[in-house]
């Protein structure tokens, strides 16, 4: 059987990482996605988290996220 595989990035927000020097991730958007994503049939394959740069200064987390089904 072959499978078909979807990724998703959710990133923590802008604003907060700016002026907070931090922010935490948004657990209800991902919760959202991956429940979106549930709704069709897709199943979570793997996740990790990773820093990205904003703007030279800052650094933000973001979750990336795999998703994958047996394809039609």
Known sequence: MK????VEV???GALGTIFLGSSKMPLKK???VMNKYGED???VE???VEKRRLLFLWSREAAIITF???KN
């Open 3 to 6: 499978k078909e595989y979807k």
């Open 10 to 12: 959710v990133k923590e």
């Open 30 to 32: 991902m919760e959202e």
């Open 41 to 43: 049939g897709w199943d």
């Open 46 to 48: 793997f996740q990790l």
């Open 68 to 70: 994958s089904r047996e």
